[in-house]
Structure formats: C-alpha cells, structure tokens
Nanobody, 124 residues
Framework: QVQLVESGGGLVQAGGSLRLSCAAS????????MGWFRQAPGKEREFVAA????????YYSNSVKGRFTISRDNAKNSVSLQMNNLKPDDTAVYYC?????????????????WGQGTQVTVSS
C-alpha cells in the first residue's frame, strides 16, 4: 500500500514557475510508474508527465513538453514536477499517481494509488 501526498500548488502569474512535490509513504520500488495528472473544472483528467522509477524514463504530454520536468528523489522517496513558463490553461488540480506495474503511463485508469490533489492557478 502506498499513500501519496502532494504539495507546492498555489497562485502564480503567467510566465511564472511552480514546483510540485509528491511524497510517498510506502517504498517506491524500481518497477513502479509515477505520474502527474491534472483536472480543470468541467474537463476530464489529463495526463501531464510520468516517470518509470527504475530506468528513470520520462514521458510528457505535448502541451507541457519543454516547460515541465518530472524528476525523482530516491532518498526522499518522492517525485517532483517543475513547471516553468506557466500559462492560464495550466490551471487545474494536479494529482500524483503511482502504479506497481509496468503500465502505459498516459492512461489514468492504470494507476492504483492517487494523492488528494493540489490546486494550481495561473493568472493572465
């Protein structure tokens, strides 16, 4: 069983940066997939970025590629999402997710564990 807790959300102006963190209570093993998703009001949950814990392979949606970076901290058992050049369209609740299987990281229904979410608001 893994519990995930996100932090780092907030209000920022367009063009600014935020860093989200996701701390896992259980041990993240090498075969885990860690992902970040977001959901804006009235919209479906959307894939943002993911990381295969063992090899460190990363994945990004086209909408954030080049602006967001996902990374891991083995010692802290956590994954982070550095978000630069933020746009109003990035406004959403951001969720951290984890799966103990080798899944397609873009599919939200493949993940077993979810955090409570953290709000990111980008003003124009």
């Amino acid at each position: 069983q893994v519990q995930l807790v996100e932090s780092g959300g907030g209000l920022v102006q367009a063009g600014g940066s935020l860093r989200l963190s996701c701390a896992a209570s259980g041990r993240i093993l090498s075969y885990y997939t860690m992902g970040w998703f977001r959901q804006a009001p009235g919209k479906e949950r959307e894939f943002v970025a993911a990381l295969k814990w063992g090899p460190g392979t990363t994945y990004y949606s086209n909408s954030v590629k080049g602006r967001f970076t996902i990374s891991r901290d083995n010692a802290k058992n956590s994954v982070s999402l550095q978000m630069n050049n933020l746009k109003p369209d990035d406004t959403a609740v951001y969720y951290c997710a984890a799966s103990p299987e080798d899944i397609r990281p873009q599919l939200h229904y493949s993940y077993d564990y979810w955090g409570q979410g953290t709000q990111v608001t980008v003003s124009s």
